[in-house]
């Protein structure tokens, strides 16, 4: 098993372009999380999914989208970069919501 | 979501127990109390949960209060590859199984 799989791992994007943050898992489950890490700070939840085709807001959701159409991807969506998303996004995925929860290698992003 | 509270910055040496306290003075009756740690920003590691009774594992120990208000993870025999950021975060599985960070405490394990 691969576990969780980010990509990319770095990133420079210009103000007001969009990308797309990829998240798979392999490990079938059915809870998924983004979560963004700014420096000296702890993660801050984004956006979570409890199974496929259906996601929710976390603490810190404006400025980002994101869609859970099978069970594996847990894509994370900007739209209009801004130099305050600078940071390093992690996903994470667990079987259940009590059960041990696997966090990928994180994604640096820079907002120029 | 129930708050925890942490030191913001903890010693120990190599060798002896490290003893991380958390306060969750406001936790519920169906919220666990997990414990995760991050080294070098890289993605955080889980190392142990528990709702009432104390856990061990290869790990780590935890041991929750009989109120439940607050809890104390044990490495018990720290090694410098132990220097990390130690989160204590309470959890409700029927919530979406949120992880909700707080500050977290930066333990040194020194020579």
Same mark, same amino acid.
């Given at each position: 098993n691969a576990g969780v799989t980010q990509t990319p791992k770095f990133r420079i994007l210009k103000i007001g372009q969009s990308m797309t943050l990829q998240c798979t898992q392999d490990m079938n489950h059915n809870y998924m999380y983004w979560y963004r890490q700014d420096p000296g700070m702890g993660l801050k939840l984004i956006y979570y999914s409890v199974g496929a085709g259906i996601t929710d807001k976390g603490e810190v959701p404006n400025g980002y989208n994101v869609s859970r159409s099978t069970t594996e991807d847990f894509p994370l969506r900007l739209e209009l970069a801004a130099p305050s998303q600078t940071s390093v996004y992690f996903c994470a995925s667990s079987l259940t919501g009590d059960s041990e929860a696997f966090f990928g290698q994180g994604t640096r992003l820079t907002v120029v | 979501?129930? !708050? =925890?509270?942490?030191?913001?910055?903890?010693?120990?040496? +190599? #060798?002896?127990?490290?003893?991380?306290?958390? /306060? @969750?003075?406001?936790?519920?009756?169906? +919220?666990?109390?997990?414990?995760?740690?991050?080294? @070098?920003?890289? #993605?955080?590691?889980?190392?142990? @949960? #528990?709702? !009432?009774?104390? +856990? &061990? /594992?290869?790990?780590?120990?935890?041991?929750? =209060? +009989?109120?439940? !208000? $607050? $809890?104390?993870?044990?490495?018990? @025999?720290? &090694? *410098?590859?132990?220097?990390?950021?130690?989160?204590?975060? %309470?959890? %409700?599985?029927?919530?979406? #199984? !949120? *992880?909700?960070f707080g500050q977290g405490t930066e333990l040194s394990v020194k020579p």
């Open positions: - | 979501d129930a !708050k =925890t509270t942490q030191p913001t910055s903890m010693d120990c040496a +190599e #060798g002896r127990a490290a003893n991380l306290p958390c /306060n @969750h003075s406001t936790i519920s009756g169906n +919220e666990y109390v997990y414990w995760y740690r991050q080294i @070098h920003s890289q #993605g955080p590691q889980y190392i142990i @949960h #528990g709702l !009432k009774n104390n +856990e &061990t /594992n290869e790990m780590a120990s935890l041991i929750i =209060t +009989e109120d439940r !208000k $607050s $809890s104390t993870l044990i490495l018990p @025999h720290a &090694t *410098l590859r132990d220097t990390a950021v130690y989160y204590c975060i %309470v959890r %409700v599985a029927r919530r979406g #199984g !949120k *992880l909700i």
